[in-house]
């Protein structure tokens, strides 16, 4: 998982509080995607960035969460008044280009977020 | 994406081969095979992907059935650092299709 940098490893916030989760690809890739994985589940996809822009945020919450992959600096995942259910790893990945999707992402060792 | 189905667990004893499969029976012509591994606490780790052909590299092989409705991920010598829960996963390549469902994936466990 060299490369793809996430901060912090683990985070706890209190019920109705902000968590921001930072990203960094990996050199050369200019897009990053984030997932979510509860105890127990797979990962499931959350929203796809590239640089300024969110192509697909499909699976992210309606409320609270937001992203940004802005043109420097890493990505922020945010989510903002922090419920008991928010509780949970969100990892970030990246890729040097969609061009071809056969392209495999790189995932950093992800966020342990808790809400106590 | 088309589903796959993989063995919930399995295990396999310390330096041995190891065959994981995975039934993926509704693949499309355009779909790639992917395996990632998630070793506890981190996140998933890229470990191989095909189309049609056979494939090698460092970490496994892959073996896909002339059919393409099942592939078989090998570790040729199982170590106690293998112990993981692998993925197959399909991704379309010229869809446009970027993200990838997980399922639950195989727990694989090492015995010493």
């Known amino acids: 998982n060299a490369g793809v940098m996430q901060n912090p490893r683990h985070l706890v916030r209190r019920r109705g509080q902000e968590a921001r989760l930072r990203c960094s690809p990996m050199k050369g890739h200019s897009h990053v995607y984030w997932y979510r994985q509860l105890p127990e589940e797979g990962l499931k996809f959350m929203v796809y960035l590239q640089k300024e822009n969110i192509i697909d945020e499909s699976g992210m919450p309606k409320e609270r969460f937001s992203a940004e992959f802005p043109k420097e600096g890493p990505s922020i995942l945010r989510i903002q008044q922090v419920v008991r259910g928010d509780s949970a790893a969100y990892f970030c990945?990246?890729?040097?280009?969609?061009?071809?999707?056969?392209?495999?992402?790189?995932f950093g060792d992800g966020t342990r977020l808790s809400i106590l | 994406d088309a589903k796959t189905t993989q063995p919930n667990s399995m295990e396999s004893n310390e330096e041995e081969p190891v065959h994981l499969p995975c039934n993926h029976s509704t693949i499309s012509g355009t779909d790639y095979i992917h395996w990632y591994r998630q070793l506890p606490s981190q996140g998933p780790e890229y470990v191989i992907h095909?189309?049609?052909s056979n494939v090698n590299n460092r970490m496994a092989s892959l073996a896909i059935a002339e059919d393409r409705k099942s592939s078989t991920l090998i570790l040729h010598r199982a170590t106690l650092r293998d112990a993981a829960v692998y993925y197959c996963i399909l991704r379309d390549a010229f869809s446009g299709t970027y993200k990838y469902i997980f399922g639950t994936g195989t727990r694989l466990k090492v015995l010493a």
């Open positions: 990945a990246s890729s040097p280009s969609q061009t071809y999707s056969n392209q495999p992402q790189h």
């Open positions: 095909g189309l049609t």
